[in-house]
């Protein structure tokens, strides 16, 4: 196969881990120290959401959540979760790389570990986020930086795909930086992150 198939390799790695989540059932713990960024009635779109930790604790902010993945193993593990949680979420089947985007639709647009975006898909991927987020709202990204590699505790196994503070300060030039830090920490966020880890977090705020 020329191309590679995300939907398959994910698909297979949810099925693979039963009637467990892969990344666990709580929320990730940056976005869930953002808290006070999110509230009643806002609109929300989370990114490659996988099994639907953060879209249902954004909802349970009172958010009205859209949350796109590619997988359709982990969206019925997502809408599992939501119905258990008695929340409502709008689940999207979408390969984000191949997807129609909004237009400034969303209040925020939230992007957790989704750095399977090789350098040449990344600005596109980038940019449909950027599209989607509403003049004055925020894009929030997380994810794993190149010291990740020597870790090994989660994440892409290509140094290429890893974020670092002047990537992002590059990809979102013009907009309004709130936060990004670089840190390391422990982690546990089921089976497939878990332990020590060079992670990167960015809040940006478009142009109203």
């Known amino acids: 196969m020329s191309q590679f198939d995300h939907e398959a390799f994910w698909s297979a790695r949810y099925r693979d881990s039963g009637d467990d989540y892969l990344f666990g059932t709580a929320p990730n713990r940056f976005l869930a120290g953002q808290a006070e960024r999110f509230g009643a009635g806002m609109q929300v779109l989370t990114v490659a959401d996988g099994e639907g930790r953060n879209a249902v604790w954004l909802a349970e902010q009172g958010c009205a959540v859209t949350a796109t993945e ?121 089976t497939a992150h878990a332990g020590r880890s060079a992670l990167i977090d960015l809040v940006a705020r478009k142009p109203a």
């Open 70 to 190: 590619i997988s359709p193993v982990a969206l019925e593990k997502a809408a599992r979760l939501a119905r258990g949680r008695h929340v409502a979420v709008d689940f999207v089947q979408a390969d984000i790389l191949n997807w129609d985007w909004p237009v400034e639709a969303y209040d925020a647009v939230v992007g957790i570990f989704i750095q399977f975006a090789t350098p040449a898909e990344r600005p596109r991927q980038v940019a449909g986020m950027q599209q989607a987020t509403k003049p004055g709202g925020l894009v929030l990204l997380h994810g794993y930086t190149p010291k990740q590699l020597e870790y090994r505790t989660g994440g892409p196994s290509a140094v290429e795909n890893l974020y670092t503070a002047t990537m992002l300060r590059e990809l979102f030039a013009g907009w309004e930086i709130l936060e990004l830090r670089e840190h390391e920490d422990e982690i546990a966020e089921g």
